[in-house]
């Protein structure tokens, strides 16, 4: 095949650094790889689409989603996060979170413009932006600033060309989650330099010890902020690929003609079973949350105890132990972990420059298999550690 029939940008692409790891797992080797949780979908939701499926829904629904999902996800907004949107014409359902960003990046950029990630950041976001002519400007976060944007690094990287903020927090992978306090700042530079804000929330409802807080809720802040967010995390719905973004109306509706012409709407099923969710999986969700803050606390404690410096995360279902004292580079101790040990872990440089010298871990799988895989990871650390000494 001609190499000038591809897009130079898509060639430079290079593949999901996550996706290497999770598809090298097999029966023997644990992993931690994935960001997936280990529970199913709720009965009563599952049973509320089988019901919808005997009765034939099986079709298109309008492009911006069912009108009564868009009113759940609405009031669903304002109860828990103080969100006021409009279900009509400020919001609309994505076939998951992911087509939300992009989309959002699609619509906004124009060639040069500079997109600012905070790093360590989902993998995602810089090679969506790089597609849609975005210049991509880092902002490195650091485990002694739990991760966290500070509002003196972000002011560092503005530029006149500076057109776009993405957030996600609660984070992938640090685990960091952003308070109101911590926000504040963060939205005086945005409103002081017009900027975007695209604020990716959809590990919101895992935040442990604290509620979360959407900057889209601080003053002046509502009319430059997309929220984005889905049912995948919490509610344990990765495969029905449902997602939501809200934001200004005229954002909204030049996202949405994009959207009427590339996935045309989301699929039936997966909306019914959000609709569902919102309606009767509100609880199950809350002990899916308990579950994961049990085993997150088990799991940063067993970390340092074998000797792998890891901030405590105060949400979503990752740890990013530091795995520099070893003397190995971030990929080089995910590629032996997983030959030597059978773990499968992801190399943090994957989710930026400031991600080198450590390695994500998911602890949404059950406790027998973090505890194995806590004795794995210790065997293996032993050897690095003493060829480092």
Known sequence: ?????????????????????????????????????????????VEACIA???????????????????????????????????????????????????LALRTILMPGDEVIVPTPSYIAYTPIAQLHGGKVVEVQTS?????????????????????????????????????????????????????????????????????????????GMK???????????????????????????ELIAAMLKIHQYTAMCAPVMGQVAAIASLRRGMQEMEGMIRSYDQRRQWFVSALRDIGLPCHAPAGAFYVFPSIAGTGLSSQEFAQRLLKEAGVAAVPGQVFGAGGEGYIRCSYATGMSQLQEAVDRIERFVRLPLRQSS
């Open 1 to 45: 095949m001609r190499n000038d029939w591809i897009n130079p940008v898509v060639q430079e692409i290079p593949p999901s650094g996550i996706r290497a790891f999770v598809g090298a797992a097999d029966e023997h080797v644990i992993s931690l790889a994935v960001g997936e949780p280990d529970f199913v979908t709720p009965r009563p939701v």
């Open 52 to 102: 919808a499926l005997n009765r034939g829904t099986t079709g298109y629904t309008p492009n911006a989603g069912l009108m009564e999902l868009r009113e759940e996800i609405a009031g669903y907004l304002q109860a828990r996060f103080g969100l006021d949107y409009g279900p009509a014409d400020e919001m609309f359902v994505t076939v998951g979170s992911s087509e939300a960003v992009d």
């Open 143 to 219: 485990a002694e600033e739990e991760f966290k944007l500070r509002a003196r690094d972000l002011r560092r990287h503005l530029t006149p060309r500076s057109k776009v903020l993405i957030l996600n927090y609660p984070n992938n992978p640090t685990g960091a989650v952003m308070t109101r306090e911590d926000l504040v700042p963060i939205a005086e530079l945005a409103v002081a330099h017009d900027l975007i804000v695209i604020s990716d929330e959809i590990y919101a409802e895992l935040s442990y010890g604290q509620s979360h807080v959407s900057i889209a809720s601080l003053p």
């Open 223 to 249: 009319e430059r902020t997309l929220v984005i967010s889905g049912f995948s995390k919490a509610f344990a719905m990765t495969g029905w690929r449902v997602g939501y973004v809200c934001g200004p109306a």
